[in-house]
Structure formats: C-alpha cells, structure tokens
C-alpha cells in the first residue's frame, strides 16, 4: 500500500514538445505529492507539488494534474527543452498520518526524459 | 540561504569497514529525513530526526543508524559495510517534514 508506481521509465520528446510522466498511488494517507527533477551527479530538486484539495497546479512550464478518484497524478513539460534532459521522480507523503509516515517520502521508479533539439 | 550540505561528497570503502556521513540542513529547518539511492532500488527511505530525536525509521538492517545534533545537523552511520551498501546516500531537510530539499548527496563505494 506503500508504493508509488511511475511511467513511462523513459521518454524522447523532441524540442517544443509536450513531456507527460505518470504516476499512480494507493495509500490514501498521502497528502502531499511532490515531483523532483535531478541531473546527474546531483541531488533531487523540488519542481512542483500539490495536495489533493485542487486538480491542477502550474508553475511556468510545468503543470500537476490530479485525480483523486483515481489515485492518479501526472506532470506535464509544455515546450520541452534540451536543458530539461533529467531523471523525473514523483513522490508522496502523509503529511497528517503522523508515525510511520514522519519525514518519509515514497518515490516513484523514476522517468529518464530526453529532450532532443 | 544556503543549500542542505553533505560531506564526505565521495567515499570508498571496504567491505567490514565503518562509515560516518555528516549532512547540514537549512538554517532553520529542524527535520532532516535520509535516503539511499541505488539502481536497482530506486530512492529508499532511511530515517528521519526532528529536533534531535529519530521520529521514523525505514526498512533498512541496524547497521543503519543516525542521530541529530541540537543545532539539526545530521549524522548517518554505517557498520560493517557490505558490498550492496555502495549507493549514494541523500539527506533532506524541511520545516514541516513534507517540502523536503536534498543535498548533492554522498556516494559511497565499498569494495
């Protein structure tokens, strides 16, 4: 009931496309999902994030989708970029179930994005 | 303000060996949560210590241990290192545990 699962593992979008990645959760505890971006060699940055109380959030380029219902959240990249060439992970957390849930953040498996120009 | 901070940024190591990593949270955040990340298995949470007590521990062997310092930096320890330890360990820190920021990370080689 722990897992996130992520898709697509990776992706090829060509320049000024649109990069859609998914991710489907089953804990209905989470209450937080975050998606971060990371390069290699780096640590995981904080892109975006949403609660479940809205179903779309923006942020320039990039937009959260979530669907409650259906346990499911995606990001979208509007006008790729070559410079957006990463490995996307999802995340959740409970922010409100206290215990086993403090500070423990469930990734997805991760998305490779290629940007090409 | 200045990013989450880990050191060593490399480590190599052999097998049997013991291993400190030290990470330094934001000024002001007072939760700071450990991840390894591996190939294989992806991010997996380690633990995590808010205003010097561990509040959540992942599903890792003993040989996995922390503690928190009164001024939130983080230590994370390994005992007798075996080879599937080789990873890059990640801490994060946050003000409300949820919005968390990671550091670039410690990898962490054991031969």
């Known amino acids: 009931q722990q897992q996130v699962k992520q898709s697509p593992q990776s992706l090829i979008v060509q320049k000024g496309g649109i990069s859609i990645i998914n991710c489907a959760y089953e804990?209905?505890?989470?209450?937080?999902f975050p998606w971060y971006q990371q390069f290699p060699g780096k640590g995981p940055a904080l892109l975006i994030a949403?609660?479940?109380?809205?179903s779309e959030k923006k942020e320039g380029r990039f937009t959260i989708s979530f669907n409650k219902s259906a346990k499911q959240f995606s990001l979208h990249i509007m006008d790729s970029q070559p410079g957006d060439s990463a490995t996307y992970f999802c995340?959740?957390?409970?922010?409100?179930?206290?215990?086993?849930?403090?500070?423990?953040?469930?990734f997805g498996q991760g998305t490779i994005l290629t940007v090409h120009p | 303000k200045a990013g989450v901070t880990q050191t060593p940024r490399y480590l190599i190591k052999t097998r049997g060996q013991q291993v400190t990593l030290s990470c330094s949270p934001i000024?002001?955040?007072?939760?700071v949560s450990w991840y390894q990340q591996t190939p294989g298995q992806g991010l997996q949470f380690l633990f995590e210590?808010?205003?010097?007590?561990?509040?959540n521990k992942g599903n890792f062997p003993g040989r996995f241990s922390g503690r928190q310092f009164s001024n939130s930096r983080s230590e994370m320890n390994v005992s007798t290192l075996e080879l599937g330890d080789s990873a890059l360990y990640l801490c994060?820190?946050?003000?409300?545990?949820?919005?968390?920021?990671f550091g670039p990370g410690t990898r962490l080689t054991v031969l």
């Open positions: 804990n209905t505890a989470f209450d937080y």
């Open positions: 000024s002001g955040h007072r939760s």
């Open positions: 210590y808010f205003s010097e007590t561990q509040r």
């Open positions: 995340a959740a957390i409970g922010e409100k179930a206290g215990g086993t849930s403090y500070g423990k953040l469930t």
């Open positions: 949403i609660r479940p109380d809205v």
């Open positions: 994060a820190s946050s003000l409300d545990t949820s919005r968390q920021f």
